[in-house]
């Protein structure tokens, strides 16, 4: 065990935080690197640029997974820290891109303190964590851990029409190294928290034991356009009208189910969206989270209930298509101990925590012990471009992050 003493540059992590930051800067402030974009592909370069300007080994797999390795003086199953750099079309500076350079981080203080450790070091960098451009989110974690095939993968059409494939060849990402490249000896993320647990309390550290499934789903709903001022409202099929019940069911479920359910319609599309005709069609996307995968069952089952008695009374058809499932995860007991530990150690604040979010990490615990650090979001604020985190905060999770390698490593 190291002592306390050791610990990261914060000035130094700020200034890479910066400069990735400045890749997909948009007017109002916002970060846009959606995956595999020609933003991506620069906010890539500079990362596996940093990488090898520490020293370590560079790979990219098929599905665009960037690792970079640092070795250690046994050849051991190696201890894995990472994240993601893609972002959502109106995404912060710190959202994944804070796992990533405070691994680089980990690595530059370990060289400077002339230390190698017994396992080796893996930084990686994951393939369309947002899922904005393709679905699912956590597509290059998932691939990895071998929860979707490659060709599912390759064959999955962007927003926007592109295939993966075609896009990762384009971009220059698309690597011939084996699927997994390693199966860890641990692995461990680093994450702003993405909501206002600890900014609202006032602590500094969350060693994060557990993560809500997660269930998105397309609705498609098929009505009829007609004249919105000469056809009466009992002979409407307004598919308008179905999106609209559809939200405010999925507030008032969530209400009533409370804990710890949640429910979102997060985007929404009319055709032929005009103001004097009813809408003909409506697509609408629904997000449902909870950390009981029982309940996250009963959720569905009522939205799709729901759903059902709707379509009869209104007289339209509705359509479902599942984007992505997942189910709720515990993370390995001892290694978020050790995250506790370490934060009590360095004098921070802390407590155990659920995540509300998505990461690589519920993908990465399928093969190896895993936990994430958070560190606070001020007001819980993600996914916008008033996302910030203290960088003094910022510090303290890496250093966080420092020792629990090191002690993993050991």
């Known amino acids: 065990?190291?002592?306390?003493?050791?610990?990261?540059?914060?000035?130094?992590?700020?200034?890479?935080?910066?400069?990735?930051?400045?890749?997909?800067?948009?007017?109002?402030?916002s970060c846009c690197r959606l995956a595999l974009t020609d933003e991506d592909r620069a906010g890539r370069d500079l990362v596996a640029g940093w990488m090898r300007e520490l020293g370590l080994e560079v790979r990219i797999d098929p599905i665009g997974n960037i690792f970079g390795l640092r070795r250690g003086l046994a050849d051991l199953a190696p201890v894995m820290t990472g994240s993601h750099i893609d972002t959502v079309r109106t995404g912060g500076r710190y959202d994944g891109n804070l796992g990533v350079l405070g691994g680089l981080e980990v690595v530059q203080t370990l060289n400077d303190a002339g230390i190698t450790t017994r396992r080796p070091l893996v930084v990686g960098v994951f393939t369309d964590e947002e899922g904005a451009r393709f679905h699912p989110d956590m597509a290059g974690s998932l691939v990895y851990v071998g929860g979707l095939t490659l060709e599912e993968a390759y064959a999955t059409r962007g927003v926007d029409g592109k295939l993966m494939k075609d896009e990762l060849a384009r971009i220059g990402y698309l690597g011939d190294a084996p699927l997994p490249l390693f199966k860890p000896h641990a692995f461990v993320e680093l994450h702003i928290e993405q909501g206002p647990v600890l900014d609202a309390e006032g602590v500094t550290i969350g060693a994060?034991?557990?993560?809500?499934?997660?269930?998105?789903?397309?609705?498609?709903?098929?009505?009829?356009?007609?004249?919105?001022?000469?056809?009466?409202?009992?002979?409407?099929?307004?598919?308008?009208?179905?999106?609209?019940?559809?939200?405010?069911?999925?507030?008032?479920?969530?209400?009533?189910?409370?804990?710890?359910?949640?429910?979102?319609?997060?985007?929404?599309?009319?055709?032929?969206?005009?103001?004097?005709?009813?809408?003909?069609?409506?697509?609408?996307?629904?997000?449902?989270?909870?950390?009981?995968?029982?309940?996250?069952?009963?959720?569905?089952?009522?939205?799709?209930?729901?759903?059902?008695?709707?379509?009869?009374?209104?007289?339209?058809?509705?359509?479902?298509?599942?984007?992505?499932?997942?189910?709720?995860?515990?993370?390995?007991?001892?290694?978020?101990?050790?995250?506790?530990?370490n934060a009590q150690r360095l004098g921070h604040s802390h407590r155990t925590m659920t995540s509300g979010a998505g990461h690589d990490a519920q993908m990465m615990a399928r093969i190896c012990p895993t936990a994430m650090i958070f560190v606070p979001s001020v007001k819980g604020i993600s996914h916008n471009p008033a996302e910030h985190t203290a960088p003094v905060h910022l510090a303290a999770g890496a250093d966080v992050l420092l020792h629990t390698l090191l002690e993993l490593a050991a």
């Open 208 to 341: 994060v034991r557990d993560l809500q499934g997660i269930s998105w789903q397309e609705l498609e709903i098929k009505g009829q356009a007609n004249h919105a001022g000469t056809t009466p409202m009992r002979l409407r099929h307004d598919a308008g009208y179905c999106a609209a019940a559809i939200g405010v069911h999925l507030r008032l479920l969530a209400d009533e189910m409370g804990g710890g359910q949640v429910a979102t319609m997060g985007a929404l599309s009319l055709h032929p969206n005009l103001i004097n005709v009813i809408a003909e069609r409506a697509k609408l996307t629904v997000d449902l989270r909870n950390t009981d995968e029982a309940r996250l069952q009963q959720a569905e089952r009522r939205l799709a209930q729901f759903v059902q008695g709707l379509a009869e009374r209104e007289g339209v058809i509705i359509e479902a298509r599942s984007l992505a499932r997942f189910e709720p995860v515990r993370f390995d007991t001892d290694v978020a101990d050790l995250i506790a530990r």
């Open 1 to 29: 065990m190291k002592p306390v003493t050791l610990k990261i540059n914060g000035p130094r992590l700020m200034t890479r935080l910066d400069r990735l930051a400045d890749i997909g800067r948009t007017e109002d402030g």
